[in-house]
């Protein structure tokens, strides 16, 4: 059995890769002749040069395949506009679509994000069944992560696609090559102080998800999303896990959410008059305020979603980061 991995040199894509060989599975991966594949080293692989927004080759790469998941995505900080994430996210997602009714595909696993349900509190935390709220955020890649997904779902009801969604939470792990979400790790380490948001998210370790993603080849009911999440903490109850790991003892400060979005707000400013990402813009102020809490019960119980402490999760993209030079 032949599978397509699209984004597989990034942080979920590179474990998945991984994840598939080790079933057994005959891999291919999508990838542009420049994508660095670091994460990907030692792994047996069949390589497509193409490109997600070319559906003339991302159609090539998908004949031939039994299964395609799709995991590609622009995940960038900067700009935050909708338009600067619809071409990867939404229109790519198209592409693939396409393609894998062309080719008769027996499923398609579209890699969605949480963040395509509403968030909520650790007592009632989101689920599949919430409503998006992603569009008073202003975050670009939120909605067109939603939007792509709602039309994954309506080719499922429209046209019988055999599409299944899983939508991860914030994953940490090893094979984190840009690094990615690994950042708040190296934010957070040795450092005299440490700041902690007024808000929190889910953290899932990314083999965890990855095998989540993988079993959706096979588990799961089609037309169905599950996310892939685990242990809900605020960014002070994170970085005391960091601590734990690592034995640092650094200052705790909490950051009060006015001079958060204060600060976001003279961020996005100062975007608009130079044209240059800032450290922090108000979009990504807000999200650091929310409380981005989600249960993962749904795909633990369909999909065998494993729950691997985040405490390992940090200890493994530590020993990744220090052995491949990335700190």
């Known amino acids: 059995m032949r599978v397509l991995v699209t984004g597989a040199n990034g942080l979920l894509g590179a474990n998945v890769v991984r994840e598939l060989v080790v079933r057994g599975y005959e891999v291919r991966i999508l ?21 997600i927004l070319d559906a003339s080759s991302v159609d090539v790469a998908v004949q031939g395949c039994d299964y395609v998941i799709h995991s590609a995505a622009n995940t ?13 996210n939404v229109n790519g997602t198209k592409h693939v679509i396409e393609a894998v009714k062309n080719h008769a595909v027996k499923r398609f696993v579209f890699v969605s994000s949480a963040n395509a349900f509403g968030n909520g509190t650790k007592e009632t935390p ?37 599409a299944i969604v ?69 960014y002070r109850e994170f970085f005391n896990l ?41 979009v990504n102020a807000r999200l650091l305020c929310l409380e981005n809490y989600y249960s993962g019960k749904k795909a633990v119980e369909s999909l065998e979603l494993p729950q691997t402490p985040i405490e390992d999760a940090i200890r493994d993209a530590i020993g990744w980061f220090r052995e491949n030079g990335k700190m």
Request: charged share 15%; aromatic share 10%; hydrophobic share 35%.
């Open 166 to 234: 899983v939508n991860p939470t914030f994953m940490l792990g090893p094979f984190d090559s840009k690094p990615s979400s690994g950042q708040i790790i190296l934010m957070g380490m040795g450092k005299k102080i440490q700041v902690s948001p007024s808000g929190g998210k889910n953290f899932i370790h990314v083999r965890d998800a990855a095998v989540g993603t993988c079993n959706a080849l096979t588990m799961g009911r089609t037309g169905e999303c599950y996310l892939l999440a685990h242990d809900n903490l605020t």
């Open 126 to 162: 989101g689920t599949e069944l919430s409503e998006f709220t992603g569009f008073k955020t202003g975050s670009g890649y939120m909605i067109s992560k939603f939007v792509a997904q709602q039309f994954v779902l309506s080719e499922v009801e429209r046209n019988n696609l055999p």
């Open 76 to 88: 960038s900080q900067w700009p935050t506009t909708y338009s600067y994430y619809e071409p990867v």
């Open 242 to 282: 960091l601590n734990k790991v690592t034995g640092e003892s650094p200052t705790s400060l909490g950051l009060p959410g006015w001079l958060l979005r204060g600060a976001g707000a003279a961020g996005t400013l100062f975007e608009k008059l130079s044209g240059k990402p800032a450290a922090l813009s108000l």
């Open 31 to 51: 990838a542009r002749k420049t994508s660095d594949l670091t994460g990907l080293q030692g792994v047996e692989f069949e390589r497509f040069n193409g490109d």
